[in-house]
T-cell receptor
């Protein structure tokens, strides 16, 4: 079964420091991969997605992620953390489901705290 | 525009009440989804509508009843809920239920926070 693993349920960084949130996936076929962010008391917002066009994907708010097939990873990075980046981050992979549909398999999420 | 709207934002209901959650998108997306999310957990898929037909029911109790009146609207009817059903209910939509070229990218609404007393 396909799965997504996010290493570290809680990550804490200082403002201005590098943000690195880890995501590893298991998939027998080239995957579609996503990072979503959820700010407190809000819905999920798409940060970026990998759809096999380019291995380095740039997203919103200065985030980017690199797809590494050999490592089955899709880690999310941002060079300089801002206080407003404090949120819950979810990695997800799109998989085939019954009836010619696709569904998302989610990681458990990583809570990012940014310290002043 | 990638906006999905949901109403109400908050809902408090008793275990004997009947209420409905509403979701709307005007992006021409042909797949719509209902998710349930507990605090600090990933969303759990409940239902998927594909071209206005129910295509996935993830073994959701019958006290949750989805409805898709047209391609832009999705409702979730609630009846005789239990306190453990208290959660954030998220609606999402995607362009193409079968995926392809990123067509399965799901866009989420802000959610309805439900409290069952």
């Amino acid at each position: 079964a396909q799965s997504v693993t996010q290493l570290g349920s809680h990550v804490s960084v200082s403002e201005g420091a590098l943000v690195l949130l880890r995501c590893n996936y298991s998939s027998s076929v080239p995957p579609y991969l996503f990072w979503y962010v959820q700010y407190p008391n809000q819905g999920l917002q798409l940060l970026l997605k990998y759809t096999s066009a380019a291995t380095l994907v740039k997203g919103i708010n200065g985030f980017e992620a690199e797809f590494k097939k050999s490592e089955t990873s899709f880690h999310l990075t941002k060079p300089s953390a801002h206080m407003s980046d404090a949120a819950e981050y979810f990695c997800a992979v799109s998989v085939d489901n019954a009836g010619n549909n696709r569904k998302l398999i989610w990681g458990l999420g990583t809570s990012l705290a940014v310290n002043p | 525009d990638t906006e999905v709207t949901q109403t109400p934002k908050h809902l408090v209901m008793g275990m004997t009440n009947k209420k409905s959650l509403k979701c709307e998108q005007h992006m021409g997306h042909r797949a719509m989804y209902w998710y349930k999310q507990k605090a600090k957990k990933p969303p759990e898929l409940m239902f998927v509508y594909s071209y206005e037909k129910l295509s996935i029911n993830e073994s959701v109790p019958s006290r949750f009843s989805p409805e898709c009146p047209n391609s832009s609207l999705l409702n979730l009817h609630l009846h005789a809920l239990q306190p453990e059903d208290s959660a954030l209910y998220l609606c999402a939509s995607s362009q193409d239920p079968s995926g392809g070229a990123g067509g399965e990218t799901q866009y989420f609404g802000p959610g309805t926070r439900l409290l069952v007393l």
